[in-house]
Nanobody
Framework: QVQLVESGGGLAQPGGSLRLSCAAF????????MGWYRQAPGKQREVVAT???????NYTDSVKGRFAISRDNINYRLYLQMNNLKPEDTAAYYC?????????????WGRGTQVTVSS
């Protein structure tokens, strides 16, 4: 089992920055690819950025050039640096991890952290 705990959300002004963190507990060594997802009120959850265990990253078009995903495989941490925030970035942000091959296939989700961008 793996538990993912997000932190770092809060209120930011348009153009501001926030850094989200996700800590993995339990058996974090079974985690392979990871990602950040978000869900705004009344909308479906969407992928924001993903990163493989080896560090290959992908971003949804709306955050390219503004957000940066990274991970610390030694301390089992995932990060999302968010710059030049816009009101449309307002959402609950969730950390997700997929289990590695050889382990029971499943997705692990955190409970989310709220990001609000408003002046």
């Amino acid at each position: 089992q793996v538990q993912l705990v997000e932190s770092g959300g809060g209120l930011a002004q348009p153009g501001g920055s926030l850094r989200l963190s996700c800590a993995a507990f339990g058996n974090p060594f079974i985690i392979d690819d990871m990602g950040w997802y978000r869900q705004a009120p009344g909308k479906q959850r969407e992928v924001v950025a993903t990163i493989t265990r080896g560090g290959t990253t992908n971003y949804t078009d709306s955050v390219k050039g503004r957000f940066a995903i990274s991970r610390d495989n030694i301390n089992y941490r995932l990060y999302l640096q968010m710059n030049n925030l816009k009101p449309e970035d307002t959402a609950a942000y969730y950390c997700k991890g997929d289990s590695r091959p050889g382990f029971l296939p499943r997705e692990y989700w955190g409970r989310g952290t709220q990001v609000t961008v408003s002046s």
